[in-house]
């Protein structure tokens, strides 16, 4: 069966200070998508990254990085310097074989960047 | 830009109302879902639909129904609300077929239930 937990629920920090947003999943499928989606309080849940089973290379995008380990079967997600824009929910999911119909979320962590 | 538009962003109802969700999509995608979102239980799936007319039940299709008349739109219906569908409720599509299972949500329905 496939999971994906995020096991901080909660977590707040200090602007300015990094902050590392866990990710594991459980999967049979050798051929999968991880995701990492944001919801501000506005609702909306934005896209932020996508990677393929068959790519483990690490990302970078401005003060965002996605660390995607197959060993430990997780995809954390760091923000460098954060600010008080990334406050929302931050969720990882989990697409079998690139099927939207079969995507697995995590329960999502609430990230607080206090000022 | 793409988009996906629910149509209410807050909605009050009362127990036994009848109650219409709205959302239409403008990428021409083939897959259409809606789901649910409480507090410490993350997005759980009610129903979603892979082409006009057709759908398949989620994890928690008890207590609503669909409908998919038209490509771009899919309804999501309390036939007869309760307390416990109060709830954040988030439409969302995909292009379906063995993409990247990537989703495009629209901004969610607030809805409480007296």
């Known amino acids: 069966a496939q999971k994906v937990t995020q096991a901080q629920t909660e977590i707040s920090v200090v602007e300015k200070e990094d902050v590392t947003l866990d990710c594991v999943y459980e999967?049979?499928?050798?051929?999968?998508?991880l995701f990492w989606y944001k919801q501000p309080p506005s609702g909306e849940l934005v896209f932020l990254i996508r990677r393929n089973s068959f790519d483990e290379q690490n990302e970078i995008s401005g003060r965002y990085s996605w660390n995607f380990q197959k060993s430990t079967s997780s995809f954390n997600f760091t923000i460098t310097a954060s600010q008080v824009v990334d406050s929302a929910v931050y969720f990882c999911?989990?697409?079998?074989?690139?099927?939207?119909?079969?995507?697995?979320f995590g329960k999502g962590t609430r990230l607080h960047i206090l000022p | 830009d793409v988009k996906v538009t629910q149509s209410s962003r807050y909605l009050v109802k009362r127990t036994g109302e009848k109650v219409f969700l709205e959302c239409v999509q403008d990428?021409?995608?083939?897959?259409m879902f809606w789901y649910r979102q409480d507090p410490g239980l993350g997005l759980r799936l009610i129903y979603f639909?892979?082409?006009?007319?057709?759908?398949e039940k989620g994890d928690i299709p008890e207590g609503y129904s669909v409908s998919r008349e038209k490509k771009e739109r899919f309804s999501l219906i309390l036939e007869s609300a309760s307390t416990n569908q109060t709830s954040m409720y988030l439409c969302?599509?995909?292009?379906?077929?063995?993409?990247?299972?990537?989703?495009?949500f629209g901004e969610g329905s607030r809805l409480t239930v007296l």
């Open positions: 639909s892979y082409d006009v007319k057709m759908k």
């Open positions: 969302a599509s995909g292009r379906g077929g063995s993409g990247t299972g990537e989703l495009f």
């Open positions: 999911a989990l697409s079998e074989r690139g099927r939207d119909d079969k995507i697995i």
């Open positions: 990428m021409d995608h083939e897959n």
């Open positions: 999967t049979r499928d050798t051929t999968y998508y």
